[in-house]
Nanobody
Framework: QVQLEESGGGSVQPGGSLKLSCVMT????????MAWFRQAPGKEREGVAA???????KYAHFVKGRFTVSKDTAKNTLYLQMNNLQTDDTGIYYC?????????????????WGQGTQVSVSS
């Protein structure tokens, strides 16, 4: 049984930082990529960052150098370091995994999802 469990969310002020973690268990398929998505209230889920099979990172345009995605293969854990958080970054953050990804920020590309962790940015 594949499970993805996110953690690290919380409430911060604008300009603050958070580091999200996603631990994956029960998944052993090769040629897989992992990604972070987020969903704000009343909005569609959107891709934030991803790690390709070769470890190369992908970022959404709105990240603008503020976020860093990384993966510890030995621990089966995906991370998202978020700096200079803004109010628009508020939402539930999900991690996902899938094989042979063509569109890294396409929600239908990923087979398995976590339950999400809440990130709230407000003054």
């Amino acid at each position: 049984q594949v499970q993805l469990e996110e953690s690290g969310g919380g409430s911060v002020q604008p300009g603050g930082s958070l580091k999200l973690s996603c631990v994956m268990t029960g998944y052993t398929q090769s040629s897989s990529s992992m990604a972070w998505f987020r969903q704000a209230p009343g909005k569609e889920r959107e891709g934030v960052a991803a790690v390709d099979t070769d470890g190369s990172p992908k970022y959404a345009h709105f990240v603008k150098g503020r976020f860093t995605v990384s993966k510890d293969t030995a621990k089966n854990t995906l991370y998202l370091q978020m700096n200079n958080l803004q109010t628009d970054d508020t939402g539930i953050y999900y991690c996902a995994v899938g094989r042979y990804i063509a569109d890294f920020f396409g929600t239908t590309e990923y087979n398995f999802w976590g339950q999400g962790t809440q990130v709230s940015v407000s003054s």
